[in-house]
């Protein structure tokens, strides 16, 4: 089932990139569509909660150097390859309806499908190879298909997307080597210490990924100039990579050197926090400030991993896709504004969308709401345990630890003004007559309800995925448990 969850996209990509002057763009996106359905549905049962590993495949690769094509499903890993394949057969749904090229098609699904990879390996030889599988597929994407009033922008911002995250993934290879090296083992349930200098090149290496201040700058051009499912695969699936492997090769692999380090991630992501809700408040370009507000966000995430504790946890993992759900929604809803209006300028999009398309305004406010932290929603859950988790545990030496909660508090208001102030200069106000004016098509209705019943759901019932790690002595007043370098907190 797994061997099947990741070959078929894998397969239907390739097929489309060779195939691609013989089948429509509708075809293509239907196939594609297909193919992520086939992958959610045999992740959604391959792993059923009672084995610490599902579907687990483990076969010799390079004897040479220890290297297996080990893969399973984990308590970790589960969330975040249902929410890939997820927000993958939205992106293919959204391109049925458009004159697609069947290539670009054909990429969304070898993107997604590296992912999937990513999330699957439980060898750190593996894991790089699908790290960087996505890489080249992703420069095409942005380059080709990015915004076509710039084709030089979106070709520089392929290009620095590209340089950020290949030196990421060299300063993490060499990390992997020196972990292999002192511990003669690439299996990433290997336990035994390795140095502190793997821990920070690790953490390097993701924290470009994730992204962390000062390593952010490729993020908002990225986005800005990306296409509608490029920002989405970007937001929702690429920041993911980060922040599951500072989980997964931090956090969990490495316990003893990564207590050294927690201490400057939880600073780097407070930092984030307020430093991205800033920018965001200057921002005119709505694509570029639902970029920054994903900074914010993965600063929330950063600073319930340094934590390391089972609440730290599940607050990342829930953080983690709730962003991927809110943020994706965002990134589909904007993109419709900009086919409409030819722009992402709020002021040149102009006011009053409550009248002028009544159902596109009300997404685009409850994506909004949902992605600064309305109680209700799935936002809200990622935040509030975040904070909690850093508040129990001071993850920074006093008195620092209270200045940082201070700083994420603060982050959470400014959180709330800048998406207040986008509500106000696009859906309230008087109504200005545009020829773009029209509302939501059947693809955008299917694609944003999708989501939006996501979000709810997540919202309202977050034991969903909190309850898969064990937080509720935490939850009552008792101190989380710390990570003792075995696989985490899987089901007792």
């Not at 790089?128 to 080249?136: K, R």
Request: with cysteine; net charge negative.
């Amino acid at each position: 089932m797994i061997a099947a969850a990741l070959l078929v996209p894998f397969i239907v990509g390739l097929a489309l990139l060779f195939l691609r002057k013989r089948v429509s763009g509708r075809t293509a996106a239907s196939l594609g569509a297909a193919a992520m359905a086939a992958s959610l549905v045999l992740f959604a049962l391959v792993w059923d909660g009672r084995d610490e590993i599902g579907g687990e495949i483990d076969e010799s690769w390079i004897e040479p150097l220890g290297a297996r094509l080990h893969v399973g499903v984990t308590v970790v890993s589960w969330p975040f390859l249902l929410m890939t394949a997820f927000i993958a057969l939205l992106c293919c749904v959204w391109l049925i309806a458009e004159d697609t090229a069947p290539a670009l098609v054909g990429l969304v699904l070898i993107i997604s499908a590296s992912a999937l990879g990513v999330f699957a390996s439980l060898d750190l030889l593996l894991f790089f190879v699908f790290f960087e599988l996505a890489l080249i597929p992703m420069w095409f994407v942005i380059a080709w298909w990015g915004d076509p009033h710039d084709p030089v922008g979106r070709r520089v911002a392929a290009t620095r997307f590209l340089l950020f995250t290949v030196t990421g993934s060299a300063l993490l290879l060499v990390g992997i080597v020196l972990v292999a090296s002192r511990t003669g083992s690439l299996s990433i349930f290997q336990t035994e210490s390795a140095s502190l200098v793997a821990a920070v090149l690790i953490v390097l290496g993701f924290a470009v990924k994730t992204p962390l201040v000062p390593l952010h700058t490729w993020l908002p051009d990225a986005h800005s100039k990306a296409p509608t499912v490029g920002s989405v695969l970007l937001a929702a699936v690429f920041l993911k990579l980060g922040t599951y492997g500072l989980i997964m090769l931090g956090a969990l692999m490495l316990p003893r050197e990564f207590v050294d380090v927690a201490p400057y991630v939880a600073g780097a992501g407070v930092v984030g926090i307020v430093w991205s809700a800033l920018a965001c408040y200057a921002q005119d370009d709505l694509k570029r400030m639902i970029a920054y507000s994903s900074i914010g966000h993965m600063g929330f995430v950063a600073l319930a991993i340094s934590t390391m504790t089972d609440i730290g946890l599940a607050a990342a993992v829930f953080g983690s896709i709730a962003h991927g759900l809110v943020t994706g929604l965002l990134f589909f809803l904007s993109g419709s504004l900009k086919d409409r209006f030819g722009t992402a300028s709020m002021r040149a999009i102009g006011r009053g969308l409550y009248a002028r398309t009544p159902w596109l305004a009300v997404a685009f406010v409850f994506a909004a709401v949902a992605s600064l932290g309305l109680p209700g929603l799935a936002g809200f859950w990622g935040e509030l345990l975040s904070l909690r988790a850093a508040y129990e545990v001071g993850v920074l030496d006093q008195p620092y630890a209270w200045t940082a909660l201070g700083l994420a508090v603060l982050g959470v208001a400014l959180t709330t003004a800048y998406f207040l102030r986008a509500i106000r200069l696009l859906a309230q106000g008087e109504p200005v007559s545009h020829e773009g004016d029209r509302d939501l098509a059947v693809r955008e209705a299917v694609v944003g309800g999708a989501l939006a019943l996501a979000i709810v759901v997540l919202g309202l019932a977050p034991g969903l995925i909190v309850g898969l790690y064990d937080v509720p002595a935490t939850l009552n007043g008792q101190s989380g448990t710390t990570y003792d370098g075995t696989y985490g907190p899987v089901e007792r």
